[in-house]
């Protein structure tokens, strides 16, 4: 079993930045896929973006050029840094823990909130 727990959630005026972490438990996270998710009230959780054991990344169209996930293996934390955050960004963002037939795991989420 793997425990992701995120941190770095918060309220942040339009335009600013917040970087989220989350730690994952175990000895496994180096071979991991590991994603960002969202999910705003009335909407369905959607993938903000993900980083694989090689370090490839893949992103939403609607977060490209503003937010970088990136990952620290002998930390076991994955990182997400937000920058120029808009209000359409306001969630509760979910860490994401596959590997092969491992998974997936998901984290406690963590509140984002951008004030107009």
């Known amino acids: 079993q793997v425990q992701l727990v995120e941190s770095g959630g918060g309220l942040v005026q339009a335009g600013g930045s917040l970087r989220l972490s989350c730690v994952a438990s175990g000895s496994t996270f180096r071979f991991a896929v590991m994603g960002w998710y969202r999910q705003a009230p009335g909407k369905q959780r959607e993938l903000v973006a993900a980083?694989?054991?090689?370090?490839?990344?893949n992103y939403a169209d609607s977060v490209k050029g503003r937010f970088t996930v990136s990952r620290d293996n002998a930390k076991n934390t994955v990182y997400l840094q937000m920058n120029s955050l808009k209000p359409e960004d306001t969630a509760v963002y979910y860490c994401?823990?596959?590997?092969?037939?491992?998974?997936?795991?998901w984290g406690q989420g963590t509140q984002v909130t951008v004030s107009s």
């Open positions: 980083i694989s054991s090689g370090t490839s990344t």
């Open positions: 994401n823990f596959r590997s092969g037939m491992v998974g997936p795991y």
